[in-house]
Every structure is written in C-alpha cells, then in structure tokens.
C-alpha cells in the first residue's frame, strides 16, 4: 500500500464515548500532521509530529490526545468530544530537510459527526 | 512571518472557458508555493509546487502557475475548464518551519 492511509473514514460518537483515529504514512517521511477542516472554515492545523517529537501544539482542547508510536505511524484519542468538533480530520505526512519543508501528502480524510 | 491570501471564496466559470485563481503571498525569506485539490469528502492533493527555477510551473490536469516575485503571486490558471475541474483549491505557502500556512481556499464551480 502507498501514500496516507486513514482509518475510519466516517465516524459518529457519542458525547461519552472515546475513540481513536489513525494515520499511517508508507512514503518514508519524518514529520506527520493532524489537521481539522470544518465547514466555512479554514483548515487548522493542530499537531505536528516531526522524528516522533510533537513540535507543534496549537492550543488544542485537551479532549483530543495525539499519539505517535513511531515515525509512520499517527494516532488521535479522542473523549468527552462536543458536537463543535464535528468536522472532517486530515492526517498529512510530509519531508522535512534543513531548511524547507517538501509538500505534504493526505490521507483521505476521517468524517467525524459528534451526537 | 508567512501568510496567504486567495482571493474569492467562490469563483464560477463557463465550461471551456479559462480558469484563474488568484493567490498572493507573503513570506520573509524565499518561499516554496503550493497549489492543492480537495474533492469532496476527500484529502487535498496536490496540483503543482514552486520550488526554484523556472517559474511557470505546470501541473496535473492541466493546470498550471506562475510565480511572480514583484507581485508576490502564484495564480492559478487553466486554459479550458472541465466540469470534473469543480472543487475547492488550497494555495499554501512553506517557507523553513515544518507548517504549510494555506490560505482559506476557493471553491470552483463549473456551469455547463
């Protein structure tokens, strides 16, 4: 398999429940993404991933948990979720060098609808 | 710090008539320039990329950019729009972080 490979593709949880959304990257690349697109929004970034280390937290509420066991793999825990975070979540995966960042590549996205 | 705008949440053209996006940027230092493609209830793909060199850049389905430094732009043009082209497109900017700083996007919406 190639590329970004997201699982599941639709999700609907309860306010109570937890889940988990997972990423995997077969491109060989050291820095990984979780992004939220909601509608009539621009995309958000929330959590970079570069050499397993999150580099980046951008004020993300607590309800949602990163996880990056290692450099092909993404994880997002999630728990206690309200219906505003219903949205479509991008894992993104891309190569980092010295001083440029090469393009990111997608997965498909997951669909996540909060009851 | 680095920034995108695009200009026009939405633009609607006439099948086979010529597609502009419109897209300006600004970026401290040398930028890599980046034009994606999300079709519904799917990731972003992308269309082409500015690195160095040549700065018109072709892309895939035929679309192509051209960077222009002066203007600080990267447009987005396509000779001939095709019903299978309406989606939304994401310009990005990337320019030595590990972030992408995209701008809101357009929607393109073709009219038969």
């Known amino acids: 398999e190639t590329g970004v490979t997201q699982t599941p593709r639709h999700l609907v949880m309860g306010m109570t429940n937890k889940k988990s959304l997972k990423c995997e990257q077969h491109l060989g690349h050291n820095a990984m993404y979780w992004y939220k697109q909601s509608a009539k929004k621009p995309l958000e970034l929330m959590f970079v991933y570069n050499f397993k280390e999150q580099t980046e937290n951008n004020s993300v509420p607590s309800r949602f948990s990163p996880e990056c066991p290692n450099s092909s793999h993404l994880f997002l825990h999630l728990h206690t979720l309200q219906p505003e975070d219903s949205a479509l979540y991008l894992c993104?995966?891309?190569?980092?060098?010295?001083?440029?960042?090469?393009?990111?590549?997608f997965g498909q996205g997951t669909r996540l609808t909060v009851v | 710090a680095q920034s995108v705008t695009q200009l026009g949440s939405h633009v609607s053209v006439s099948e086979g008539a010529l597609v502009l996006l419109r897209c300006n940027y600004s970026?401290?230092?040398?930028?890599?320039l980046f034009w994606y493609v999300q079709y519904p209830n799917q990731g972003l793909q992308l269309l082409l990329k500015?690195?160095?060199?040549a700065t018109l850049v072709k892309g895939i389905n035929g679309f192509e950019a051209e960077f222009k430094k002066s203007e600080t732009s990267f447009h987005l043009t396509k000779p001939s729009a095709h019903m299978s082209d309406a989606a939304e497109y994401f310009c990005?900017?990337?320019?030595?972080?590990?972030?992408?700083?995209w701008g809101a996007g357009t929607k393109l919406i073709i009219k038969p």
């Open positions: 990005a900017v990337s320019a030595g972080n590990y972030q992408l700083i």
């Open positions: 500015y690195t160095t060199g």
């Open positions: 970026s401290s230092v040398p930028p890599y």
């Open positions: 993104a995966s891309s190569q980092v060098g010295v001083r440029m960042n090469t393009e990111a590549f």
